[in-house]
């Protein structure tokens, strides 16, 4: 078995184990379900059904010329900008939608974490899923003869195309795994972005949130094709710091209050020591009473 049969595969797997991880590692720390998650998933899914053909009819639109196309040396600043755009645009007003009308409850910092998590990690997995088939139908290509599964015609370009994915350094076939690693910390920051719309009731933070995403989206678009993989994947590796400082600079003091107190409460309910508080009525004073022969006869008139 060579190198590349293991990184290749490695890659997929990774890109899949990486998400379900923190999952895991989330739902135990914050004792939350995994609900939230799955409803983080449904968000970046119906996101796509509507960006994915925005994206194809914008194409559409600028090769068949009815919108004008930017000069030659503009072209890839403005894919970048349109791009990156489109992906802050369609997946954080889908994130808006879901705290809005979906899971009004998740206003907690840890809360934002688990559906963060779900909106990149199932991105992260379908990617994975896509990985692992390329592998699969690699691997039946190398030893098979591809003029039975393509025309003449095209020939020539599948055998170059399973070439160049055998002949990679083992290195740049673990960068898929490498981004999502990077990607899964905006996932995260971006939804406690827009979940401070809801807290502190200011829809600037959603604008902000489509502005970093496209930001994002668009430098990665942009130094791909100029720069390459290799510092591609360096300027994502500063987003994530950039990401995780987000994350923790939006927890609220009382965040770790309320969570405290919320496992405190679970504890004592798993323990069975939780009991409710003993109330003892408060009893009013009242006055000494006389109790003499004369005070007893005059209170049989009292009605």
């Given at each position: 078995m060579k190198i590349l049969d293991?990184?290749?595969?490695?890659?997929?797997?990774?890109?899949?184990?990486?998400?379900?991880?923190?999952?895991?590692?989330?739902?135990?720390?914050?004792?939350?379900?995994?609900?939230?998650?799955?409803?983080?998933?449904a968000t970046f899914v119906l996101s796509q059904v509507g960006h994915i053909p925005f994206n194809y009819g914008l194409t559409y639109l600028f090769s068949a010329g009815i919108l004008p196309s930017p000069p030659k040396a503009w072209q890839l600043a403005f894919n970048a900008l349109v791009l990156g755009l489109s992906a802050g645009?369609?997946?954080?007003?889908?994130?808006?939608?879901?705290?809005?009308?979906?899971?009004?409850?998740?206003?907690?910092?840890?809360?934002g974490l688990m559906l963060g998590a779900g909106h990149g990690g199932i991105e992260a997995i379908i990617l994975g899923l896509l990985v692992l088939l390329t592998f699969i139908n690699m691997v039946v290509a190398q030893g098979m003869d591809l003029g039975n599964l393509v025309s003449a015609e095209q020939l020539s370009a599948a055998q170059a195309q399973v070439q160049a994915y055998w002949s990679v350094?083992?290195?740049?076939?673990?960068?898929?795994?490498?981004?999502?690693?990077?990607?899964?910390?905006?996932?995260?920051?971006?939804?406690?972005?827009v979940l401070q719309v809801f807290v502190r009731r200011q829809m600037r933070w959603l604008w902000l949130a489509v502005g970093w995403h496209a930001l994002l989206d668009g430098v990665a678009v942009y130094?791909?094709?100029?720069?390459?993989?290799?510092l591609v994947e360096a300027l994502l590796a500063?987003?994530?710091?950039?990401?995780l400082g987000i994350i923790f600079a939006l927890r609220r003091p009382d965040d770790d209050e309320i969570e405290t107190r919320l496992l405190n409460v679970s504890d004592e309910v798993g323990s069975g020591e939780f009991s409710r508080p003993e109330i003892t009525p408060a009893i009013p004073e009242l006055p000494?009473?006389?109790?003499?022969?004369?005070?007893?006869d005059d209170s049989r008139y009292i009605q």
């Open positions: 293991i990184t290749h595969f490695l890659n997929g797997l990774l890109m899949i184990l990486m998400p379900v991880g923190l999952g895991i590692f989330l739902s135990r720390k914050l004792r939350l379900g995994w609900r939230l998650f799955w409803i983080g998933a645009v369609w997946e954080e007003g889908a994130r808006y939608a879901t705290y809005r009308w979906w899971a009004k409850e998740a206003r907690s910092w840890g809360e350094p083992w290195y740049a076939s673990l960068l898929g795994a490498l981004e999502r690693a990077f990607t899964l910390p905006f996932h995260l920051a971006a939804s406690l972005l130094a791909s094709g100029i720069w390459g993989a290799y500063g987003f994530a710091l950039a990401n000494d009473v006389d109790e003499s022969a004369a005070n007893l």
